[in-house]
Every structure is written in C-alpha cells, then in structure tokens.
C-alpha cells in the first residue's frame, strides 16, 4: 500500500514517514501543496495523508483538485486547530476521515488502516480464508491457526492481493504500490516473492490462494468468510 | 424626561396654537361686543328719533302719541323694548309693552342731552336712554322727558351665539392646523425613523448596513454608523485570525515533541506522552474560549439547517461504516443569531458525540417559541448515566476516557452557551441513548 503524506513542518514530516515506512506502507513525501497535488495526480497511490494548512496551495485545494481528477483514493486531514469548520470544510472538499494535531500515532495508524479497508469495501479488520486468516491491524498472517513467518514486503505483497481480490494485478502495479517511486525495479523479486507466499500459504497445494494469469498478473483467488460487502 | 423629538415639537406647537388662538378669540369676542353695544346704542337712539317724529300736539297743547305706534317690538305686551313719556313726573305716554314694567322717574336731566345707563329691574338688566326736550307751545314752555329701555337679553344673545361661532371656528382651524403639523412632522422626521427601523433590522441580522441614501442632515451619520460595523467586524476577523495562528503555531511543535516520546524507550513516557495531551487540552480549551465570539448586537441570523447538513454529512462520511441514519426535524427557514464558527463548534461537538455513541439512529430537531430556540440532539447510543450528567458537563472530565475528546466537547458546548446566554440539559433520548436540549 502506498501512502503519501503533505505536511509542511518538517519534523512532522519525517516521523510521519517513518512511523508509516516502520509499518510497511510505501510513502511519498510533499512539503507543499503544489508538490502534493502533483504526486497525487501522478503516482498511484493508496491514500493520503494531508495537512490542511499547506503553503502554496491549501490543503482544500488540494484535496478538491484530486476529486476534480477523479482520484478517489482516501485522504485522510490533519488540521491543527480543532476548528469545526475547518474539518467541514475538508470533508465537504472530499476528505474521508480527520485527525486533529497533536495525535497518538496509535490513532493514525488505526485510521489509516481502516481507510484503506473501507476503500476497497472490507469492514472488518481480520479477514478469513478457508484455513487461512489476515489481520490488517497486527499485521499477520495465520494458516490454520500458526502464524506465519513472514518479511515486511511479503506481507504487503498479500495484503495489496487481498485488498484487490476482484481485480488482475500486473507486476508492475504491485511493485509500484509496494516501493517507493526512487526505488530500483525489478519485475523478478515480485516473482520470488509470490512463490515463497505460495508455500507459506499453501503448503498442501490445495487452496490455490494465488492465481497467475499469463501475462497479465496474479489474482487472489479465495473469496472471504466474514466479510459480507465483498 | 425622555420625550421624542416627535412629541416635543407637537406639544409646543400645540401651546403656541393654543396660545394664539386664545388670545385671538378674545380680541375678537370683546371687539364684537363693543360693536353690538354702539348698535344698541345707535338704535335706541333711532327710537327716540322716531317718537319724538311720531308725537304731536292737540288741541290743548298737549303733547300726544297714539297708542300704537311703527316700531312693533314697542306694541307688543311680551317684547323687549320698551318707551315711556313724561312730563313732570306724570306719564304721558307709555308703549303697550311696559305694561308689566315700570321704569325709573328720574326727570332730572340736562335738556337735550342723551343718556344711558344701566338699570335692574327684577334681576334683568336693561339699557336705558334718556332724553329731556323742551316744547314750545302758545302756552309756554314745557320739559318732557322721553326714556327708552331695552332688554339685555338681546344683545347677550347676539353676543352668546357669535361666542359660540367663534369658538367652534376657531377650535376647528386649530385642530386641522395640529393635524397638518403632525404630518408634516411625520414627513420631516421620515428619515430618521428609517435609520432607526434600518438599526433594528441589522441587530436582527435581516440588513448588513445602513444605506447612504439619507437627507444630507442624517447621512453623515449613516456613514459613520457603517463606518462602525465595519472597524467592529475588521476587528473582530483580525483577533480571530491572530488567535488561529496562535494556536497554529503551538499545536505544530507539541505534535514533533509527542512524536519525538513514541519512539524513545522510556519508562515514564506514558506519563510524558499525557502530560503532553493534558498541555494541548489546555492551550485548546483556551485558545477555543478565547475565539468564541459570543453573542454580537449587531450580529446577522444564520440558516440552521444548511450547518447541520454539512456537519452531518462530513461526519457520515467518517463514520462510513456506521451505516447511521440521521433525521432532521428543522424547518428550512429556521434562523439563529449566533455567530457562524460559533455554531459550528458548538454542533460539531455534539453531534460528532451522537455519532460516536449511536449505533444506528440520530435525530436533531430544533423549534422556536417566541424567542427561546431549542435544539435537541438524540442518539440510539448506550446513553449517559443519570449520576453522571453534571460530572460530563464539567471542564476536562470524560465520560469515557477511551474516546479521546468527549468531556471536552461538551465543557466547550457549555462555554458557548455562556457567552449566548444557554443553556445545555441531558436526559434519556426515547431512542434510548442520551438527549442533549440546548435552550438559548
């Protein structure tokens, strides 16, 4: 999942990107409003993370600008004062959800979570599989019962999958929501990745959970338990 | 005494009218009453003429007048004229009308000479004239004394009725003069009235400013009134942008300092970290009850529903996955005199505390009787405990500490109520959460 934050103060900025990178979500940084809105027209990006108080362009703007492109991903608004029309303001501009300055990291993240899910339709954060169990908010992955061992891009390698469970992922999609944009590229590593998911997913061969689709890309291919609005 | 100028210029006009037309009215009534007398007197003189024309002598010399005579009034018995003839204290001749009446016997009078005077006789008054003359006859000379008297009951009439005339007239004249003065007034004091009725529609917020379109006497004053509102409301934006900025600046800094705690590994940085959350909630709760304006004179009514809606929408869009369904019981030309941010922390708080608590139902409703506004805001929620509605209303005190912001909230609630003049009452909602009612 790739996120992108626009906050003009710098330390925010920076424990922002790592508190999210320490969690394993690709992240852009914007230290303006115009940078932001750039990035976020042209990257493929998850969700946002935006200030409301940005320099050169509002982060009002911003967020109205996107919507006028047709962006739908979640923006989520910092705002530091607490001013209720403010908040309005961002939410009527097409923000989904907002924090107020100072937060508990706990709290971003927890929103952060929960937008990305509501984003894709899945209401609840555990997800079920057959034998297999995802939680998007401890960041694990179970197969009957065991937790799996599993590295930081693996699982954003399942959780990108999951949360896209309708849809063919490319390789190139699932690099580009994984790393950053400065990152070097290699089609082969999702390739590697995907075969040690299978085995650690499936050790029987029987579920499947990952289908290749010949030049096109993978497709998760188990339909959920719990969740009704998939 | 606080008189209008309205009343101050009707009242003295109406003295000096009243003043006026007193004096002018009796001028008049006394000229008129010196005229009838100089008539009375002309005319009684006449009849002396007339009787001395009419007498004539006979055979014995003796003076001698017919029993009736031109003048009816001195023929008939019931009449106010009346004629007598004596020569020697003897009667003569008298007029059929004295027949109830005698007249005074005075023959001492100087020939030739005539005289009135006034005279009682059985309580009414009468004018009286008197004239000696002397007739020459082969026998000798000889005094007659000729007297004519009228009854005063004729000229107290003629004056009484020209009194009376005079009088309606005059009130007449007066009272169309009041009432020509009063429009006029009406007319004069126009613009006046206009600027305060254009006060009173920018107090109730229905006019922004006083328009310039005044007589050159009051649209200096127009001018500088606006001139006014405009410095107040310039003002009041500066202090709030400084305060925004205030709180800007401190808020940015705590959040690096908080963020800066998380990723140390300290024992105590939970103590830290609320310590740090206490600061904010205090430089907020400051800085928020600094910035609430409170209620302004001249402040403009605001459309209640178009808030709410976006409030309400903004927050179903947060909590997305709540499913709530909220109904609305506000009439679309429902308006409130509070100032707009005001209103906004004000719902905002409590309807972001319906949505928190509420499972699937929130209904807001708001009604108007004569000026008390009420505002209700329910939820399906768990509700408040009864012991606890006061506690929650206190500063910093929350009804749930997992859900950061709650207590807060409704203390900031609290504090714009204050500045209206509010106030805020918790009951059990029929939706079997909490009721807020806020009564301004």
């Known amino acids: 999942m790739r996120i992108l934050i626009i906050e003009d103060e710098p330390h925010l900025r920076e424990q922002l990107h790592k508190l999210l990178k320490q969690q394993g979500y690709a992240v852009d940084i914007a230290e303006d409003g115009e940078t932001g809105l750039f990035q976020g027209s042209e990257y493929p990006i998850d969700l946002a993370i935006v200030d ?117 992922i490319s390789k190139s999609e699932l690099t580009e929501h994984i790393y950053e944009q400065d990152f070097d590229r290699d089609s082969n590593v999702i390739e590697v990745f995907i075969g040690r998911l299978r085995k650690k997913l499936d050790p029987t061969g029987e579920l499947k959970p990952i289908a290749t689709l010949r030049g096109r890309g993978y497709r998760w291919n188990l339909a959920a338990n719990n969740n009704e609005n998939m | ?8 210029i009707l009242f003295s006009a109406f003295i000096i009218l009243i003043l ?80 109830n009446l005698k007249l005074p016997k005075n023959e001492a009078r100087p020939i030739g000479q005539f005289n009135f005077s006034d005279i009682n006789i059985e309580n009414q008054s009468f004018t009286l004239l008197s004239f000696s003359t002397v007739w020459v006859t082969e026998q ?26 005079l009088w309606f007239w005059l009130s007449g004249v007066s009272l169309l003069l009041i009432i020509i003065q009063t429009l006029i007034l009406r007319w004069g004091l126009k613009p006046l009235r206009q600027v305060a009725e254009s006060l009173l529609n920018i107090e109730h917020g229905t006019e922004l400013r006083l328009k310039t379109s005044y007589p050159k006497e009051i649209n200096p004053l127009a001018i500088n009134l606006n001139r006014l509102l405009d410095q107040s409301e310039q003002q009041l934006k500066r202090y709030r942008e400084a305060l925004g900025n205030m709180a800007h600046s401190l808020k940015t800094p705590i959040a690096v300092l908080q963020g800066i705690l998380t990723t140390e590994k300290i024992q105590q940085k939970d103590i830290a970290k609320e310590q740090l959350f206490t600061i904010n909630d205090i430089v907020d709760y400051q800085l928020q009850r600094a910035s609430n304006i409170g209620q302004v004179i001249l402040g403009k009514a605001i459309l209640l529903k178009p808030i709410v809606t976006k409030i309400v929408s903004s927050l179903e869009k947060v909590h997305k996955e709540k499913n709530i369904e909220t109904s609305f019981f506000i009439a679309d030309d429902f308006s409130i005199k509070f100032n707009e941010g005001d209103l906004f922390e004000l719902l905002g708080n409590l309807i972001e505390n319906a949505f928190k608590w509420s499972n699937k139902k929130i209904k807001i409703s708001a009604s108007k009787k004569n000026n008390n506004i009420q505002l209700i805001i329910e939820d399906d929620g768990p509700g ?20 950061p912001g709650h207590g807060l909230g409704l203390a900031m609630v609290k504090d714009i109520l204050l500045l209206y003049k509010g106030s805020i009452r918790i009951e059990k909602s029929e939706l079997n959460g909490a009721k807020i009612i806020i009564a301004i």
């Open chain 2, 140 to 165: 000798g000379e000889r005094t007659y004394y000729f007297q004519i008297a009228e009854n005063n009951v004729v000229i107290d009439n003629q004056n009484t009725l020209f009194r009376k005339n």
């Open chain 2, 384 to 403: 408040i405990n009864k012991e606890k509605y006061d506690d929650i209303l206190l500063r910093g005190q929350r009804a749930d500490q997992s859900i």
């Open chain 2, 20 to 99: 006026f037309m007193g004096l002018t009215g009796i001028v008049l009534d006394s000229a008129f009453r010196a005229n009838t007398k100089n008539l009375q007197q002309e005319n009684l003189r006449t009849q002396i003429y007339t009787l001395l024309a009419t007498a004539e002598l006979d055979e014995n010399n003796n003076l001698y007048l017919p029993a009736e005579i031109t003048e009816p009034r001195l023929n008939a018995v019931e009449s106010t004229l009346f004629a007598r003839v004596s020569s020697d204290n003897k009667t003569i001749w008298r007029s059929k009308s004295t027949l």
């Open chain 1, 52 to 168: 409301l108080g940005l320099p050169k362009l509002s982060g009002t703007e911003v967020i109205q600008k996107w919507r006028e492109l047709n962006k739908d991903f979640p923006i989520l608004i910092l705002t530091a004062r607490g001013k209720w029309q403010d908040k309005v303001e961002g939410l009527e501009a097409g923000a989904d959800d907002y924090l107020v300055k100072p937060f508990h990291n706990e709290e971003l993240l927890a929103r952060t979570r929960a937008l990305l899910r509501r984003a894709v339709g899945i209401t609840q954060p555990v997800i079920q599989f057959e034998s297999i169990c995802i939680n998007t908010s401890a960041q694990t992955v179970n197969v009957a019962g065991e937790q799996l061992e599993l590295t930081a891009y693996e699982y954003k390698v399942i959780e990108y999958l999951v949360m896209h469970m309708d849809k063919v």
């Open chain 2, 1 to 8: 005494m606080n008189i209008s100028i309205h009343s101050r």
